[in-house]
């Protein structure tokens, strides 16, 4: 036989079938976990949403039914909330208003004051700056307790106690916040330099680099550090408390707890806790509608914190 028909011959033979590696079945133990993780976090979202459940039913309920432990009230009593708004000696408008202007201005001047200080530490190169950034961070060790007399002396030596309106709970925020500025130094270190090198090249100067720049990039860790600190002043009562005197300058948590000193039973009043619960839910829903519409740059700022460590 010729080499040619040699050839010919073994290109005609069939190849040996390939053999397959049997396919393996998803083992026990990995589904056991999944499932145990699985009800585990069932339970503990049942655990954390019970409670604003439970609140939401007893605001539905007339007086002598709201501790009876139903979540789908036995008799309908939708005028709890109309008739919080119709409290004597209670605001609750007012005080809405004063929450929601306090918390978005106090929340916006820490946000961009602690920005600027973060893009100072992250992108400029001068002596000590670790040793101050240390420090920084070092005040963050101090208790509200240890700050709050001396806080309180130079507001009254300021005169801004009394007649000085709600001065105190916003403008200590143009100073920024140590945490917030950790936060966002972070975002800015990750941050190439490049970027700021060839703006500069172009002629733009250092606050065009911040604004233009650094701003948009780490806008996740602006938005987080915002609604940190607009829950932060929605639900500060350690403040207003302190410095507030006047009804109509009140913020709602303080008016809350005004609330249940008037209708409470240890305030003398007639337990109308339907009352106080349908308060205390209207309380909480802006939060929650807040966290709705940036719940996706919350969760990516969050993220992306835990991944650069």
Not at 111 to 123: D, N, V
Not at 237 to 251: K, S, V
Not at 279 to 304: C, D, H, N, R, W
Request: charged share 15%; proline share 7%; aromatic share 16%.
């Amino acid at each position: 036989m010729s080499q040619v028909e040699a050839l010919q011959s073994s290109e005609a033979m069939p190849l040996p079938p390939v053999a397959r590696a049997p396919r393996q079945s998803p083992r026990p133990a990995a589904g056991l976990k999944a499932a145990v993780f699985a009800v585990a976090i069932l339970l503990l979202s049942i655990l954390f949403i019970y409670p604003f459940i439970w609140a939401v039913s007893a605001s539905l309920k007339p007086q002598s039914e709201v501790f009876d432990n139903r979540l789908i009230p036995k008799h309908w009593a939708f005028h709890n909330y109309s008739d919080v708004f119709n409290i004597p000696d209670a605001p609750m408008l007012t005080w809405i208003w004063n929450s929601v202007w306090i918390s978005t201005v106090g929340a916006l001047a820490v946000t961009f004051s602690s920005a600027l200080i973060a893009f100072g530490f992250a992108y400029f190169r001068f002596p000590l700056r670790n040793l101050l950034f240390g420090v920084l961070l070092a005040t963050m060790m101090l208790p509200q307790e240890v700050t709050m007399i001396p806080t309180y002396l130079i507001w009254r030596k300021l005169g801004l106690i009394n007649h000085g309106g709600q001065y105190p709970l916003w403008v200590p925020n143009l100073f920024g916040s140590a945490f917030y500025v950790f936060l966002q130094r972070q975002f800015f270190l990750g941050i190439p330099r490049d970027y700021f090198e060839a703006a500069r090249m172009d002629g733009d100067n250092y606050w065009t680099m911040f604004w233009r720049i650094a701003v948009p990039l780490a806008k996740p860790a602006l938005i987080v550090t915002f609604i940190f600190e607009l829950q932060a002043k929605w639900f500060d009562l350690m403040q207003p408390l302190i410095y507030l005197r006047d009804t109509a300058l009140l913020t709602l948590p303080i008016g809350l707890k005004t609330i249940l000193d008037s209708f409470g039973q240890s305030g003398g009043g007639q337990g109308d806790w339907q009352l106080i619960v349908a308060a205390t839910v209207i309380a909480v829903i802006p939060m929650l509608i807040i966290f709705a519409i940036f719940q996706k740059y919350f969760l990516e700022g969050i993220s992306t914190q835990g991944r650069k460590g």
